[in-house]
């Protein structure tokens, strides 16, 4: 069965907020202009809960939850599909007759596969398909083309190409979106209301019992309050010098924007403008160490990570040293799980597992233990459990940051790397 109208859709991945998001506002306005109803969606695979850890899966359905309010605020709504992209989609244009797509540009290979299978099908049913840049400050694909198609092989190199780049300002979606846009019921949301409807902990069978407090509540409203205060602490902003910053305060001693930032409930380019406001007629830190240099170094990877074909992996990476790393599942288990006898590691690692989140002096100390410092274990292998326990799981950033100085070209890709270990985390 078909609804009686055609749809405009902006698909929700990592812009998971109304601030900053000119893909969503594209949506509104086409479906406003042409009368045709508005589906903001989220697609969740139905095997999230063996891809995703605990503390990041309850980051993310409380992200979903409050962008479902802040839609419902301007008189929309969010969809939640479960199923692959590829698979549901394709049934989705038709059942909703779908003639307008927008989405954010991704880097991370697996949504760069699938945007093109996307769009092809796009193109085939007839769907106008928009693509914003809304993750990064800036376009990475523009720095590459500044930089003749080559990857910044240094930190100040990356600096120069975006020295004369206007960074523009964040556009803010307050208006209600008009009654006219609202979809008719299709033949799924006829038999049961509550179909697209964001699921709780229960809905996928996800106990939070076995979690400790939530220090680091999800969402664009928490996101935007944790930005606001910290920027109104503008002399703590301009003194701030990450290596001084301590990895076993019993407080975090830097700001925990990055899940928030790595989800898209916050703007990266809202960070930037922020951090700006709060230097301006001001003595300040500078990058690297600066907290503006530590978006930037982000940044930075993000165009390394567009740029460098198997960047997330050793074998077929051309700024990658090929090393001969053993294997014992026994002892990478044992790190994983904060067994390893070595208190230090044992006690980050434990609470990487239950908060989601360390500090980046902590993610470097477990790193090099796990690689070239005790285990001799590779770097990939300690990358997934990254991705598995940490809230700002961020691809580029998990690919190269915490694991570069194991097995990449360091020389090639920093040239400072000795100086400024400490003072290139990103992680905020």
Wanted: net charge neutral.
């Amino acid at each position: 069965m078909t609804t009686a109208r055609n749809t405009v859709v902006h698909w929700f991945r990592k812009d998971l907020r109304l601030h900053d998001n000119l893909a969503l506002r594209n949506a509104i306005n086409e479906a406003e202009n042409r009368k045709h109803s508005l589906r903001p969606i989220y697609i969740m695979d139905p095997d999230i809960k063996q891809k995703v850890g605990s503390n990041r899966l309850r980051f993310l359905l409380q992200s979903l939850h409050d962008l479902d309010n802040n839609l419902k605020n301007i008189n929309s709504r969010l969809y939640v599909v479960k199923g692959n992209p590829i698979e549901i989609l394709p049934k989705l244009f038709d059942k909703w007759q779908v003639k307008y797509l927008t989405i954010q540009l991704d880097i991370e290979p697996e949504y760069v596969e699938q945007d093109e299978i996307i769009e092809k099908i796009s193109e085939e049913k007839d769907i106008f398909v928009v693509k914003r840049v809304q993750n990064t400050v800036y376009d990475v694909h523009s720095v590459l083309k500044k930089n003749n198609g080559n990857v910044p092989m240094t930190y100040q190199k990356f600096l120069s190409l975006v020295l004369d780049v206007q960074v523009k300002e964040c556009i803010e979606i307050t208006k209600k979106v008009s009654d006219d846009c609202k979809p008719p019921k299709d033949g799924q949301e006829k038999k049961s209301a509550n179909c697209y409807d964001v699921p709780t902990a229960a809905d996928i069978d996800f106990d939070e019992s076995e979690l400790g407090p939530c220090k680091y509540p999800g969402g664009e409203t928490e996101g935007v309050k944790r930005l606001h205060s910290y920027m109104v602490r503008r002399d703590w902003v301009c003194k701030f010098e990450k290596p001084n910053s301590s990895p076993n305060s019993l407080e975090p001693s830097t700001t925990v924007l990055s899940p928030y930032i790595s989800h898209g409930c916050l703007s990266a380019k809202l960070f930037y403008h922020k951090l700006k406001e709060a230097e301006n007629g001001r003595k300040h830190s500078e990058p690297p160490v600066s907290l503006l240099g530590q978006l930037m170094w982000r940044e930075f990877y993000y165009v390394a990570g567009a740029g460098t074909k198997n960047f997330d992996k050793m074998v077929g990476n051309a700024v990658c040293t090929q090393i001969p790393w053993g294997k014992n599942d026994e002892h990478l288990k044992a790190w994983a799980e904060g067994r390893t006898g070595y208190p230090f590691v044992d006690a980050i690692m434990r609470q990487l597992k239950q908060e989601g989140w360390i500090h980046h002096l902590a993610r470097h100390m477990v790193a090099c233990f796990l690689t070239r410092g005790d285990l001799w274990i590779s770097w990939e292998e300690g990358a997934k459990v990254f991705e598995e326990y940490l809230l700002d799981y961020d691809w580029s950033l998990n690919a190269e940051k915490r694991w570069g100085r194991d097995c990449f070209d360091i020389p090639k890709m920093t040239g400072i790397l000795k100086a400024l270990m400490a003072e290139r985390p990103a992680y905020l």
